[in-house]
């Protein structure tokens, strides 16, 4: 096992000594748990301001979503009921509010969706919230004193930036050219028996 950072160690300390029989959350990975950007605290207040929903705060219908996928960044979505009431919403118009902030979450560029037969909303993709909330600013929709506590936040966790992800996924879909093979085809058959 690796041996602790100081401040790790320093927190571990505080924990035994004021918190030594609690079960406290540290994280771990554990089944049932799902991964999330530090930055969610904000994201979701983004989410909830008159910039972006007005008065129809989509933050709790985008909890739930990120909390279903399962690392591919789709969901195969159950029953809209189902998903209205884990969002907070009961009632007659559970469901006509749960599909008004879906669209808000769509028209932000926060999710993209595909509807079957009689489902509005049978898949839906998480777009990753770091472009979602970039596409956002190129278009003047976030205020500064939000974007600047972002960045701060991002700087703060490592969190990449729109940039360098860009970057890597550059990177990425480069194509390594293939070297030409020289052996002549009765090599290549001698060789394969």
Known sequence: MAEKSGVAARREEIRKQYWPKEDLWTGEKE??????????????????SKEISAKKDPSSVYLDLISRQ????????????DH????????????????ERMKILEDNGFIKTVEVGNQRFKYVAI???????QGLRDHK???????????????????????????????????VPLVP????????????K
């Open 31 to 48: 089944v049932g748990w799902f991964p999330a950007p530090r930055t969610l605290p904000l994201i979701l207040g983004l989410l909830s």
């Open 181 to 192: 093979s020289t052996k002549t085809a009765g090599e290549k058959k001698a060789r394969s």
């Open 141 to 175: 929709r976030i205020p500064d004193k939000w974007w600047n506590a972002y960045v701060a936040r991002k700087l703060e966790t490592g969190e990449p930036r729109h940039e360098q992800r860009e970057k890597k996924k550059a990177n990425a879909q480069k194509v």
């Open 127 to 133: 777009i990753h919230p770091t472009t979602a909330v």
């Open 84 to 99: 209205a009431f884990a969002s907070g919403y009961e009632g007659r118009r559970a469901v006509r509010t749960w599909q």
């Open 70 to 81: 399962r690392g591919e960044g789709v969901i195969e979505m159950g029953h809209e009921a």
